[in-house]
């Protein structure tokens, strides 16, 4: 399974950025995609997560300003992120699991290579 991220870049507080995450490859077995996102100097953490089934999961910073959603004929996930703030500048990473818990990193296999988002004014 490959993953390709687009869409981060530099905004001021308030805007919104759309990341998309294109998965390729294998993906038949993948049963969960996520969001991570890490900044310097902390730990990576989950932002947002997606079931095959249609479940999600949201951080709590994030709880009504992202938004995770999946086009099943592209087979992308997109995390909308919407009145983004400066605490939410990082790296962020589209990951897929195939099998285990959907909050544990170490259950994700397959990562992109990452995608900065800066949100400074």
């Known amino acids: 399974v490959q993953l390709a991220e687009a869409g981060g870049g530099s905004v001021q507080p308030g805007e919104s950025l759309r990341l998309s995450c294109a998965a390729s490859?294998?993906?038949?077995?993948?049963?969960?995609m996520g969001w991570y996102r890490q900044a310097p100097g902390k730990e990576r953490e989950l932002v947002a997560m997606r079931n095959r089934g249609g479940g999600t999961y949201y951080a709590d910073s994030v709880k009504g300003r992202f938004t995770i959603s999946r086009d099943m004929a592209k087979n992308t996930v997109y995390l909308q992120m919407n009145s983004l703030k400066p605490e939410d500048t990082a790296v962020y990473y589209c990951?897929?699991?195939?099998?285990?818990?959907?909050?544990?990193?170490?259950?994700?296999?397959?990562w992109g290579q990452g995608t900065q988002v800066t949100v400074s004014s």
């Open positions: 490859g294998s993906i038949l077995n993948v049963i969960g």
């Open positions: 990951a897929a699991r195939e099998s285990g818990g959907a909050l544990r990193a170490k259950d994700y296999a397959y």
